[in-house]
């Protein structure tokens, strides 16, 4: 049976609360350095032709059915053709996105900052929990949980019989870490806001990959079947507008 535990009011005022101020001041402080280490790279011309091209042909797929299907035919070949289309992409002339990132230095820098601005405050602030708060139970959540959520919520206590409803210091660090987006997005805007759930996904990533948009629009607009909306709008046009004079 799980045992009750009375938390000291000195936990309150000593432990969670400092805990949650510091991580809300070191998540507005991370994003004050990170913007100032942000540089502002000069846009490549030709990733940004590529981007519009794509923009151009999603907005062709979807208002299609508005213009006549002899200007589609038109456009689609302007757009998909074997020779010069501008969807087309060349074999000899697709490029590698990794290969970009490595060849481009301002590139590999500005990830390497990024990466940096996120790791370095996360390992401080988590020896400075761990080394400082392990051990306490912090607080309590005010309805019951299964024993899934006791590896989440009781990180660094090793005791099975405290109910699972106790959420040790460490697993509040987590908690704080992951689920202060809405609080970040109040304090510096919706697009200023920092999550990291997003940035460790993205350490990865190594930016558009030009080649595979273009042949993705290409497909998707040689496989579009046509139906115009608009058959012999002005006669319709016309009879609606008869009916309603009589």
Do not use: C
């Not at 689609?76 to 992409?89: A, I, P």
Request: zero cysteines; a positive charge; glycine letters at 6%.
């Amino acid at each position: 049976m799980a045992e009750d535990l009375v938390l000291d009011t000195a936990i309150r005022d000593w432990v969670l609360i400092p805990l949650s101020v510091v991580m809300v001041l070191i998540g507005v402080l991370r994003y004050f350095v990170s913007k100032l280490m942000r540089s502002s790279p000069t846009p490549d011309a030709k990733m940004v032709k590529e981007g519009q091209v794509v923009i151009r042909a999603r907005n062709l797929k979807a208002g299609a059915s508005f213009i006549p299907p002899k200007s589609f035919r038109a456009r689609r070949f302007y757009f998909s053709n074997e020779e010069n289309g501008l969807l087309h992409v060349p074999k000899d002339q697709a490029q590698n996105p990794q290969a970009q990132m490595f060849s481009d230095p301002n590139m590999a820098m500005d990830m390497m900052k990024k990466n940096l601005s996120m790791i370095i405050p996360q390992t401080l602030t988590f020896a400075w929990v761990n080394f400082f708060f392990s051990g306490f139970v912090a607080a309590k959540i005010p309805f019951p949980l299964t024993q899934r959520f006791r590896s989440m919520l009781q990180n660094g206590i090793d005791l099975s019989t405290v109910d699972v409803s106790y959420v040790s210091s460490r697993s509040w660090y987590f908690l704080n870490l992951f689920g202060l987006r809405g609080l970040f997005s109040l304090i510096l805007g919706d697009e200023n806001a920092i999550d990291d759930t997003q940035r460790m996904m993205q350490m990865g990533g190594f930016g558009f990959d030009a080649s595979k948009s273009l042949s993705a629009e290409k497909d998707g607009l040689d496989i579009i079947q046509h139906e115009w909306a608009l058959p012999r709008f002005e006669h319709r046009a016309e009879s609606v507008l008869r009916k309603l004079v009589q």
